[in-house]
């Protein structure tokens, strides 16, 4: 089993900026793409980035691209995601993914999740 916790959610103003981190601990050897999807209000979970295991491959939904930039440490068991230029349409609840495939892009394609973290954007 691998468990995640997500930190460094919280309020910001429109055009500022947040850096969310997901911690991974457990069976991390299982782990290969990991990803970073949002869930705000009434809508369904989407993927906004997800990243290879070596970290040299990434991909943006395009609402995001150009703003966000996931990363990952694997030393640290930790991935990153770097988010300047928020939009109040970036508020939701956050949630790191991890998949023991090399690339994912459905939410099926994932096998472990974390608790979310929530972001708001004030305007």
């Known amino acids: 089993q691998v468990q995640l916790v997500e930190s460094g959610g919280g309020l910001v103003q429109a055009g500022g900026s947040l850096r969310l981190s997901c911690a991974a601990s457990?069976?991390?050897?299982?782990?290969?793409?990991m990803g970073w999807f949002r869930q705000a209000p009434g809508k369904e979970r989407e993927l906004v980035a997800h990243?290879?295991?070596?970290?040299?491959?990434?991909y943006y939904a395009d609402s995001v691209k150009g703003r966000f930039t996931i990363s990952r440490d694997n030393a640290k068991n930790t991935v990153y995601l770097q988010m300047n230029s928020l939009k109040p349409e970036d508020a939701a609840v956050y949630y790191c993914?991890?998949?023991?495939?090399?690339?994912?892009?459905?939410?099926?394609?994932?096998?472990?999740w974390g608790q979310g973290t929530q972001v708001t954007v004030s305007s």
């Open positions: 993914a991890a998949s023991r495939k090399n690339w994912g892009t459905r939410e099926e394609d994932y096998d472990y």
């Open positions: 457990g069976s991390i050897f299982s782990i290969n793409a």
């Open positions: 990243i290879t295991k070596s970290g040299f491959t990434t």
